[in-house]
């Protein structure tokens, strides 16, 4: 079974621009949950997705936002990027909400870089 | 608001040494989700268990334990007879399930370092 996949793994963007990161998740798999990363904040939760719906939330502005399609891929957007936004990306899928899930499993992660 | 601290930033012992990470937590919520996850120098995320509050059993699998315990917001994670491949960052985290659109919060993490 292929596990989580991100792609890119690796972007570079300049402030101002957007960025659109994708996450697929495991075969079968109907959540997608979403993660930042950075040295500062730490692990931020941003959204998670169940059925093509946005279930659960972070404290992040709307210039982050997400969305799941009908094969539960995800995809998460940053609009006029910051360079605060340079972090790791990660997402992970679970069959069930993650909160109700007996596991998680988690992509490499998306390094954005913002310059 | 949920809060979830851990205190300890950074833990190193000798293998076979048994070594506890402290979780505690603040929520309002009387129906919540507490989580930890792994972090190995590889920089992948690891699942290792969730916990919903009705559920105080403590957990065992091999050498991992949680003992989950409200009386004082704490749900601690042991590892028994630790090994070099435990080296990792360790994360607790919270979800609050109350309603939609529901936050999840990490604790800063507790990195251990197992020295052979």
């Known amino acids: 079974k292929a596990g989580v996949t991100q792609t890119p793994r690796y972007l570079i963007k300049t402030r101002g621009q957007q960025v659109t990161l994708s996450c697929s998740p495991i075969?079968?798999?109907?959540?997608v949950s979403w993660y930042q990363q950075t040295p500062g904040q730490g692990l931020q939760f941003l959204f998670e997705?169940?059925?093509?719906?946005?279930?659960n939330k972070g404290n992040f502005p709307g210039r982050f936002s997400g969305r799941q399609f009908s094969n539960s891929r995800s995809e998460m957007n940053v609009s006029t990027l910051e360079l605060g936004d340079s972090a790791l990306y990660l997402c992970?899928?679970?069959?069930?909400?993650?909160?109700?899930?007996?596991?998680?499993?988690f992509g490499p992660g998306t390094r954005l870089t913002v310059l | 608001a949920q809060k979830v601290t851990q205190a300890q930033t950074e833990i190193s012992v000798v293998e076979k040494e048994d070594v506890t990470l402290d979780c505690v937590y603040e929520?309002?919520?009387?129906?919540?989700?507490l989580f930890w996850y792994k972090q190995p120098p590889s920089g992948e995320l690891v699942f290792l268990i969730r916990?919903?509050?009705?559920?105080?059993q403590n957990e065992i699998s091999g050498r991992y334990s949680w003992n989950f315990q409200k009386s004082t917001s704490s749900f601690n994670f042991t590892i028994t007879a630790s090994q070099v491949v435990d080296s990792a960052v360790y994360f607790c985290?919270?979800?609050?399930?109350?309603?939609?659109?529901?936050?999840?919060?990490f604790g800063a993490g507790t990195r251990l370092t197992v020295k052979p």
């Open positions: 992970a899928s679970s069959l069930e909400q993650a909160a109700r899930a007996d596991t998680q499993y």
């Open positions: 075969s079968g798999h109907r959540s």
């Open positions: 997705y169940f059925s093509e719906t946005q279930r």
């Open positions: 929520t309002r919520d009387t129906t919540y989700y």
């Open positions: 916990r919903n509050s009705f559920d105080e």
């Open positions: 985290a919270l979800s609050e399930a109350g309603g939609n659109n529901n936050d999840m919060r």
